[in-house]
């Protein structure tokens, strides 16, 4: 890709931060209490009693660790989750202190940081959770395949850096060898149904709803470029870290005891991905199938997942997306993982 159209890429999706906002609203709030709290442990609750924690988490999303915040929060701390549809509405209300916590993607959070807004991940939230999908009888063999063709995106997200980098990888150059289609998640299995594209790079639950429908099939895996299965994380707010490690450590607990409820020891709980994903967001059965074998909860910022995040500004930065490479010390706060 030449710099002109590196330049093309970073306007187009800096434009795409600022489109849209998304209204507050309440999804639930609770205290901590019951039986849950002791899996809190001291790390997560010293220092906490009689505060209040906001956090805001994506509507009906895999990325739910949040949700559960309320059932394992500390003695005397209050949480109060609210759900939003919009990253950059969350970082923005994070630096309005509007917020003090939320979960949304690297690629808003590393640009918006580079524009000055000073949230700081300090948890991981989310792995996989994306798809790159061809129609079912379709002939696309493999990401070479997809010379020529039109493909669904919707931009910025990780989806993005996987999809250059898969192209890159065949031999494809983005800027020219595919048309790669500006189209909103929720409208990417009717556009391949319809046959407007040849293929969409896509977010769960969509992903999973094209191949739960016969209408589409996963072409490849994507989670084997540098960048990884990467998804989201938990961001605090500038206040929060600066002015409130016991409230910080206290989330991080809360996101660990929420990950190992949804996903124990890496493996996903059956029952509990129902229960949120059918009963409480509406699945369908098929669609819950599909899903849970493409996503899951994670929380601890461990070396392996510090590279992916690595890996991720670097792509970045060579997309022009990033003028530079973020500062990765200070962006991302390992200080507060439980001992």
Request: charge should be negative; hydrophobic fraction near 45%; charged fraction near 20%.
């Given at each position: 890709?030449?710099n002109?159209?590196?330049?093309?890429?970073?306007?187009?999706?800096?434009?795409?931060?600022?489109?849209?906002?998304?209204?507050?609203g309440?999804?639930?709030?609770?205290?901590g209490g019951?039986?849950?709290?002791?899996a809190?442990?001291?790390?997560g609750g010293?220092?906490?009693?009689?505060?209040?924690?906001?956090?805001?988490?994506?509507?009906?999303?895999?990325?739910?660790?949040?949700?559960y915040?309320?059932?394992?929060?500390?003695?005397?701390?209050?949480?109060?989750v609210?759900t939003?549809?919009?990253?950059?509405?969350?970082?923005?209300?994070?630096?309005?202190?509007?917020?003090?916590?939320?979960?949304?993607?690297?690629?808003?959070?590393?640009?918006?940081?580079?524009?000055?807004?000073?949230?700081?991940?300090v948890?991981?939230?989310?792995?996989?959770?994306?798809?790159?999908?061809?129609?079912?009888?379709?002939?696309?063999?493999?990401?070479a395949?997809?010379?020529?063709r039109?493909?669904?995106?919707?931009?910025?997200?990780?989806?993005?850096?996987?999809?250059?980098?898969?192209?890159?990888?065949?031999?494809?150059?983005?800027?020219?060898?595919?048309?790669?289609?500006?189209v909103?998640?929720?409208d990417?299995?009717?556009?391949?149904?319809?046959?407007?594209?040849?293929?969409?790079?896509?977010?769960?639950?969509?992903a999973?709803?094209?191949?739960?429908s016969?209408?589409?099939?996963r072409?490849?895996n994507?989670y084997t470029?540098?960048v990884?299965?990467?998804?989201?994380?938990?961001?605090?707010?500038?206040?929060?870290?600066?002015?409130?490690?016991?409230l910080?450590r206290?989330?991080?607990?809360?996101?660990?005891?929420?990950a190992?409820?949804?996903?124990?020891s890496?493996?996903?709980?059956?029952?509990?991905?129902?229960?949120?994903?059918?009963?409480?967001?509406?699945?369908?059965?098929?669609?819950?199938?599909?899903?849970?074998?493409?996503?899951?909860?994670?929380?601890?910022?461990?070396?392996?997942?510090v590279?992916?995040?690595?890996?991720?500004?670097?792509?970045?930065?060579?997309l022009?997306?990033?003028?530079a490479?973020?500062?990765?010390?200070?962006?991302?706060?390992?200080?507060?993982m439980?001992?």
């Amino acid at each position: 890709m030449t710099n002109d159209s590196h330049e093309l890429t970073r306007r187009h999706f800096l434009a795409a931060l600022g489109a849209g906002a998304a209204t507050l609203g309440l999804a639930g709030c609770g205290g901590g209490g019951g039986d849950a709290q002791e899996a809190a442990g001291d790390d997560g609750g010293a220092g906490v009693s009689g505060k209040l924690i906001r956090v805001a988490a994506f509507t009906n999303n895999h990325a739910a660790g949040p949700l559960y915040w309320p059932q394992f929060a500390p003695e005397g701390l209050d949480v109060e989750v609210t759900t939003l549809t919009s990253g950059t509405d969350m970082n923005r209300a994070l630096e309005a202190d509007d917020l003090d916590f939320a979960v949304f993607g690297i690629v808003n959070g590393f640009i918006e940081s580079e524009q000055g807004l000073g949230s700081k991940i300090v948890a991981m939230a989310a792995r996989q959770g994306a798809g790159l999908i061809v129609p079912r009888a379709s002939d696309i063999a493999d990401v070479a395949g997809l010379a020529g063709r039109r493909i669904a995106l919707k931009g910025p997200a990780f989806q993005l850096l996987v999809l250059y980098t898969l192209l890159d990888e065949a031999g494809l150059d983005p800027a020219s060898d595919v048309e790669i289609v500006p189209v909103e998640y929720n409208d990417q299995p009717a556009a391949l149904e319809r046959g407007d594209v040849d293929a969409f790079m896509g977010s769960e639950p969509n992903a999973s709803r094209s191949v739960a429908s016969g209408a589409g099939r996963r072409l490849v895996n994507i989670y084997t470029t540098p960048v990884g299965e990467l998804n989201s994380t938990i961001w605090a707010s500038p206040r929060m870290v600066a002015d409130e490690p016991d409230l910080v450590r206290a989330a991080v607990a809360m996101q660990r005891d929420a990950a190992n409820h949804l996903t124990p020891s890496g493996s996903n709980d059956p029952e509990v991905w129902r229960d949120l994903v059918v009963d409480q967001f509406g699945l369908e059965e098929d669609v819950y199938r599909e899903l849970i074998t493409n996503c899951g909860a994670v929380w601890e910022l461990s070396e392996f997942w510090v590279d992916q995040a690595k890996a991720a500004g670097a792509k970045m930065a060579e997309l022009g997306l990033l003028q530079a490479e973020p500062d990765y010390d200070d962006l991302i706060r390992t200080e507060f993982m439980p001992a």
